[in-house]
């Protein structure tokens, strides 16, 4: 980076750090959240798994849930910098603040796009002692590497990647529905080499845990045995944890991962039956794969509670991926609002809606009548969302409002999880 935009980024850095602080602890102080972020509440749910593999090492058991379930990237990272839960949530919130500011560079986008994305509200996981950060800046040095046309950069971040999470299970096939897409020789000798990296960052990843545990494949048994992650069929309705304090997130995030299916449908349907182009660009075909792969994970091979296939978690796998923050830089504020485009967010909404069962009061815990206004809560604030892809007169008072009411969320998210609550 030249002199300019490593000032821009340290702006960034530093007045996103500063207005979260400052608004997190006046939050605190009239009374509307309750919890500051320590070294104790900071290590809840997967963060309490890291952390063990940091002061313990990885053990398998065959009989309860273990760490050998996670991969090593982060925990690695975590050990070698010997900090406490608290720096390492930092340090992880100025590895995404930075991936954020890379992305807006690279898509030549303006701070509103920034401000949009950095609101979600699922973003909070950025803050905490989870792999997401370390993740999220490898994937958008990948992404980086690719519209550069850096071969080597592809290739160690695809690496790096998957030693932190085994992503080959998302990306292997984002890369063969892009080549069905481009039928193009660097697309092929990217992707190629792209595919042969992940696997062997994953490679790395078991071997890591295997040695460790004793098992080579104790990273599988503990997530099929312990975590409930084996294929299965999709039973319905849908459910999650926690009812009406996370199902409007999860169902958001289900929302999202369709749009991305029915976007994907239709570009394939226009160029390989009627023959006509679309305007999807490389890095947005592998995006919108890998949503609709987080799908199909999370309705073929996420746990089944009480007969119902369970979406935990979707919102963190969703809201906190990188590739759909790329698509969202390229394409936020950019269509224009008319019944036509407007008809997919609301189609989607309302299978969302059905899918989950209405009124789904088994799920939230209210009668009938509230259950209906709950639901169609959820499709109102997932249509709200929605609009900040649209350009048109009024966005400029429009955004301000949902962002601030985002940021709120996603705060109040954050003291919920430092409460212990899960969110995902």
Known sequence: MDSKTTLRWFIYLLVTFSSYIIGYFLLVQLGVLSEFPNNNNLLNWDSSWYHSIVNEGYYLDLENQCNAGFFPGFPYLWKLLGATPLMISIINGGLFISGLFILKEITQSDWKKYLIILSLPSTFFFFLPYSESLFYIFAILFI??????EVWMIIIFAILLSVVR?????????????????????????SFLTIVSLLLGAFIGFV???????????????????????????S?????????????????????????????????????????????????????????????????????????????SINRYVFCNPFLHYILFKR???????????????????????I?????????????????????????FALAQSLLI????????YFIPLVILNVLLQLYLLNSYLKGNWIG
């Not at 085994?166 to 990217?190: E, G, R, S, W, Y």
């Not at 080579?216 to 299965?232: D, I, P, R, T």
């Not at 936020?332 to 059905?354: G, H, M, R, T, Y």
């Open 390 to 397: 649209y350009k048109y007169k009024l966005l400029k008072y």
């Open 356 to 380: 989950f069962g209405i009124p789904f009061y088994s799920i939230i815990g209210l009668d009938y009548n509230n259950s209906l206004v709950f639901g169609v809560a959820i499709l109102i």
């Open 144 to 149: 980086f590497g690719w519209v550069k046309g």
């Open 208 to 234: 890591i845990i295997g040695l460790e545990t004793g098992d080579l494949f104790a990273y599988s048994k503990s997530q099929v045995n312990q975590w409930g992650h084996e294929f299965k069929l999709t």
């Open 236 to 312: 319905l309705p849908l459910t999650t944890w926690r009812g009406y304090r996370i199902l409007w997130l999860d169902a958001l995030a289900l929302f999202t991962a369709f749009i991305a299916l029915f976007l994907l449908i239709k570009a394939f349907f226009f160029k390989k039956i009627k023959g006509k182009p679309h305007d999807l660009s490389q890095l947005e075909v592998i995006g919108l794969s890998y949503l609709v792969m987080i799908l199909v994970y999370v309705l073929f091979f996420h746990p089944v509670e009480d007969g119902r296939t369970t979406i935990l």
């Open 166 to 190: 085994p992503v080959f299970f998302f990306l292997i096939p984002a890369l063969v529905v892009l080549n069905l897409f481009f039928q193009d020789k660097t697309v092929f000798k990217n």
């Open 332 to 354: 936020l504020i950019s269509i224009k609002l008319e019944a036509s485009s407007l008809s997919l967010p609301v189609i989607v909404s309302v299978i969302i809606l059905f």
